[in-house]
Every structure is written in structure tokens, then in C-alpha cells.
């Protein structure tokens, strides 16, 4: 079996204006779709964040990638390494985001190659990646503080129309009553069974203030998280992660550098979790080293694919290391494959963040995926178990052609709200 043919698509899903460390979401997400053909007929999905920089790595390497073998990853992998430029962790950034290119590169072929292979052998690509371990993978409630309207074609306006989880998806939510009804309504909406907030958008004792509303609100039973993005120094993260201690089900990346979240670790009961300062293989002798977290957060987009992630979760179970997924604007695609591997990773610790409730287009056949009890069941069939919807993923082609977005830039958007705002990589 040969891949034959190598298509790259970068989309635009509409995206609500919600705050982040970073500034504030655009009116759409971007995200790039890599099919791979072979001479037997079949075709193979992956989805990544999308970029020009992404998109222009993918295309260096289609030279390399059409006449390869697709149940040959090893070998495809070894040639991308010849020709991939090296990253190092200081290529991520100090954006929430990470800014490599070369691990997506690697991510959408081994996603895509793996889509082949399970339908090439009639299996699931869980069972590639060692077997099933649950049929239904669990997702925890992602919270933002937001502006009011949506994004997309509906240009930040509201539905008048709209109920439940789409009314609160248009609805601002900048205190800690709007935080608790977004998650009334999305945990009414999805049966989430714990709940997330991005926060590293306001002053610390206002997201500190809107967790323990929620704690309230939701009662002991129900895990929280909270994630500052790294915008906290060491001290104040130590006072206000003190303030949540017995209400967090683990705090994520309040602040920078594996050292520094060691000496938190020191301080605090409540276990913490990165996808910031532990980001690649590279980083885990040094997250050994320091002890610098309870909990790593993989993200097959930015490990290198799904078959890397793998690993992490080996190395985890080594080294008593808690695991869970990390979590971007997404499609079907992306949901699926994140799907698979926590269906078959025997370590899984803690429900997969998400945003897909915040999107509500998307790109494959039969429309978006069911989010039920908190979990999205494992998709039947073979492969990725999701296919492409034509018309749909056109709509989406041209609604990145028309916006005129190319890479991802929350401070423009922010400065509509607030003149002269800019990124900070540490703000309190």
C-alpha cells in the first residue's frame, strides 16, 4: 500500500469572544485538514491547529509522504525527521498556545496513517493503539469568562431565539454569577461531570472568587479546575492556591518554569497539572529532575500524534505521574482522534478537557459529535470512525479564505475591548 495523494485544507469555524490569557478569541478558529490517499482506495483524516506556518511545514514534507508506506510509521517518521527542521521547548512560546510546527506536521500524518491502517485491517484506531479500554472516554466542562454574542457568520450578535446551552454560549459571563450559569447551563446541556475555568484573565482573587462560587454552587461532589496560564508568580500562586486548597481538583499551570512549579508543588496539597512547562520529551527528565508536577496534560497535536501520546502516558505510569488531554478549538476530526486515545490509554486519570461545545459547526458527516453523561462514546467503524462532509468542509474553506485570519492573535481582538492591550507572560 502506497499513499498516492496528500491534501492540506485550512478551515475557519466561527469562535465566541472569549478571554484568555492571551486576549480574546477572533470570530473564527483555524484549523488545517490533512487527507492522505492510497493506491487501494482508501483515505486517511487528521485535523490540527491551523496556521500559514503549518500549512507551509505540511507542504515541504508532501514529497516525502506520497509514495510512502502508511503502516510504515517508523520509516515515514524517520524521513520527516531528515527533512523537519529540530524544535526545541523554547519553540512552544509563552502563549497558552503552543508555536511548533514540526510536531503537528508529525501529529496530522500519524493520525492520518493510523485512520488508514484501522480501515485497512477493518479496527478502530483504539486498537492500534493497544486496545479498548472504555468504550465511553469522559470530558470535563470548559469554562470562559466571555463578552456577550457569538463569532463566525453571526458577527458577536445573539440569537434571540436561542435556549438553553446556545443562549448561555452568546451570554457574557465576567463575574462569578455568570461563571455558575454558564456551567448550569452547559453541565444541563452535556452531563459534564467536572468542570474547568480558563482563567489568567482577571485580577487572581476574581477567578479565585468565581471558583469557589462554583464550589458552591456544584457542591463537593463535582471536581474543579482552574487554569491561570502561567500569568501568576510563584508567590501569588502559593497564596491564592492555599485560598483553594480542598476545592481544586488539581490547579493548572499557575505559573512558569518547571523550578517554579516545583517549589508550588512544595507548598500546596492540591496536586498541579501542566501543558506548559512539561511539553515535550525532552522536557520529562527535567520534570523528573524537579518534581515539578502531579499531572501532565498531553495534547496529541503538539506530542507528536497519538502513538506518541502513548508514551507519555508509559512514561506517567513510570514515574507515578497523573494523565489526562489538553485541549484547543476543534472539529470532529480532532474530538475523534482525542476520543480514541483516551479510549485505549490504560492510565487515563482525569476526564479530557474540551472546547467543542463552544463551536457549533463542523465538518464530518451526520454532523457534530454526541457529548452524553459527560463522555463522547467511542466512534464505530473503522479508523477514525468519522468522514468528511464535502459541503461542509467548502463552507469552512471559504470562510478562511473570506475572514482573512492566517495564524492565530488574541491581542487584536482584545484591543477593540481594551485599547492598547498587550500579552503578558507574567501579570500577577
Not at 61 to 83: C, F, M, S, T, Y
Not at 288 to 308: C, F, M, N, P, Q
Not at 396 to 401: E, K, V
Request: aromatic share 8%; with cysteine; charged share 20%.
Amino acid at each position: 500500500m502506497k499513499i498516492t495523494e496528500m491534501h492540506i485544507t485550512p478551515i475557519a469555524l466561527g469562535d465566541p469572544p472569549l478571554l484568555n490569557a492571551a486576549g480574546l478569541h477572533a470570530p473564527y478558529c483555524l484549523r488545517t485538514v490533512v487527507e492522505l490517499k492510497t493506491d487501494n482506495g482508501l483515505t486517511g483524516l487528521a485535523e490540527v491547529p491551523g496556521s500559514v506556518a503549518v500549512d507551509a511545514a505540511l507542504a515541504a514534507v508532501r514529497d516525502v509522504v506520497i509514495g510512502a508506506d502508511p503502516r510504515n510509521w517508523h520509516g515515514l517518521r524517520a524521513r520527516l525527521a531528515e527533512r523537519c527542521s529540530p524544535e526545541t521547548s523554547v519553540s512552544r512560546g509563552d502563549k497558552p498556545w503552543d508555536g511548533r510546527t514540526r510536531v503537528q506536521v508529525y501529529s496530522a500524518l500519524d493520525v492520518a496513517c493510523l485512520d488508514i491502517q484501522g480501515k485497512a485491517f477493518g479496527v478502530p484506531v483504539a486498537a492500534l493503539l493497544g486496545g479498548v479500554v472504555r468504550e465511553r472516554v469522559p470530558y470535563s466542562a470548559y469554562l470562559f469568562y466571555k463578552y456577550e454574542g457569538a463569532g463566525g457568520e453571526l458577527a458577536f450578535g445573539t440569537d434571540p431565539e436561542a435556549t438553553g446551552w446556545a443562549a448561555a454560549r452568546q451570554a457574557a459571563a465576567l463575574d462569578p454569577a455568570g461563571v455558575v450559569a454558564q456551567a448550569q447551563a452547559m453541565v444541563k446541556e452535556f452531563g459534564f461531570e467536572s468542570i474547568k475555568l480558563k482563567g489568567g484573565v482577571f485580577e487572581p482573587a476574581q477567578e479565585v472568587a468565581a471558583i469557589k462560587a462554583l464550589h458552591e454552587a456544584f457542591g463537593p461532589g463535582v471536581p474543579l479546575r482552574l487554569d491561570p496560564n502561567a500569568l501568576w508568580t510563584v508567590e501569588t500562586s502559593i497564596k491564592y492556591g492555599r485560598e483553594m486548597e480542598g476545592i481544586l481538583e488539581y490547579l493548572e499551570d499557575p505559573c512558569r518554569t518547571q523550578e517554579g512549579m516545583a517549589a508550588l508543588r512544595r507548598a500546596l496539597k492540591t496536586p498541579l497539572a501542566t501543558n506548559m512547562c512539561t511539553t515535550s520529551f525532552d522536557d520529562l527528565p527535567g520534570s523528573v529532575k524537579h518534581a515539578s508536577e502531579d499531572i501532565i496534560l498531553t495534547d496529541h497535536h503538539y506530542w507528536g500524534g497519538l502513538r506518541a501520546s502513548m508514551e507519555l502516558a508509559a512514561h506517567c505510569r513510570i514515574f507515578s505521574r497523573g494523565v489526562s488531554m489538553h485541549s484547543n478549538n476543534h472539529g470532529g476530526i480532532s474530538l475523534a482522534a482525542m476520543t480514541h486515545l483516551g479510549a485505549a490509554m490504560p492510565n487515563l486519570s482525569y476526564a479530557l478537557d474540551t472546547h467543542y461545545p463552544w463551536q457549533w459547526e463542523d465538518i464530518i458527516i451526520g454532523g457534530r459529535m454526541k457529548i452524553e453523561g459527560g463522555c463522547v462514546a467511542l466512534p464505530k467503524g473503522a479508523g477514525l470512525g468519522v468522514e468528511l462532509d464535502r459541503v461542509a468542509l467548502a463552507k469552512a474553506a471559504d470562510n478562511y479564505r473570506r475572514c482573512g485570519f492566517t495564524e492565530r492573535n488574541d491581542e487584536p481582538e482584545m484591543q477593540k475591548k481594551v485599547p492598547g492591550w498587550k500579552f503578558q507572560a507574567t501579570r500577577w
